[in-house]
């Protein structure tokens, strides 16, 4: 089981270009979290996703920011006409159910600078 | 919005001392649940808290619940430099899901050997 696989790991990006992140959740799993980690701070829900459904998005910016997780292939996290302020660790984490008593499986993460 | 607090925010003590941190939240949590993460790593689940008043030990590392399900705390027992990292809380309260996690700032444990 290769667990929580995220690419890249490191991704720099020029202000105003696009930023795609990957994730694919550990076999079996059907259900992935993504969260956005600033340096010296806590991690922040961003959106929760089954198949080919978003459940969550309350904590995604309204503009520029989208995630999708296709019925085929790995959950997707889109960010357009990034700015210095996306410079963030993503981290994503899956489960295999969304019931409250379900440890979450984080990935190695994706660093993103934007210069 | 729910809000959890955690301290200290950093904390460094000699090898062979003992380790707290502490965790608050603003609403009452359904459950909470620990995770560690080394630098540059990613957070690694370390146990999840579910019944008011739990404590639960993990070799040195005891984990409690409190009564009103609305704080919790990590102590480690003689620290050893494996030790290093940071210690999220993360709690819960909401219907969608353990992992719409709502974290604490984090503890940075070091240690002097």
């Not at chain 1, 979290?33 to 996703?49: A, D, N």
């Not at chain 2, 809000?3 to 925010?9: K, R, S, W």
């Amino acid at each position: 089981n290769a667990g929580v696989m995220q690419n890249p790991r490191h991704l720099v990006r020029r202000r105003g270009q696009e930023a795609r992140l990957r994730c694919s959740p550990m076999k079996g799993h059907s259900h992935v979290y993504w969260y956005r980690q600033l340096p010296e701070e806590g991690l922040k829900f961003m959106v929760y996703l089954q198949k080919e459904n978003i459940i969550d998005e309350s904590g995604m910016p309204k503009e520029r920011f989208s995630a999708e997780f296709p019925k085929e292939g790995p959950s997707i996290l889109r960010i357009q006409q990034v700015v210095r302020g996306d410079s963030a660790a993503y981290f994503c984490a899956s489960s295999p159910q969304g019931g409250r008593r379900t440890e979450a499986f984080f990935g190695q993460g994706t660093r993103l600078t934007v210069v | 919005g729910q809000q959890v607090m955690q301290i200290p925010q950093y904390q460094h003590v000699q090898e062979g001392e003992d380790f707290t941190t502490y965790c608050n939240s603003s609403t009452t949590l359904s459950n909470i649940q620990w995770y560690k993460q080394r630098p540059g790593g990613h957070p690694v689940f370390l146990i999840q808290l579910v019944k008011s008043g739990e404590v639960k030990k993990q070799k040195r590392l005891t984990f409690q619940f409190g009564e009103a399900k609305k704080n919790s705390s990590l102590h480690i027992t003689a620290t050893q430099t494996t030790d290093v990292g940071t210690y999220f809380c993360a709690g819960s309260s909401g219907s969608q899901g353990a992992q719409k996690l709502v974290f604490g700032q984090g503890t940075r444990l070091t240690i002097n050997p």
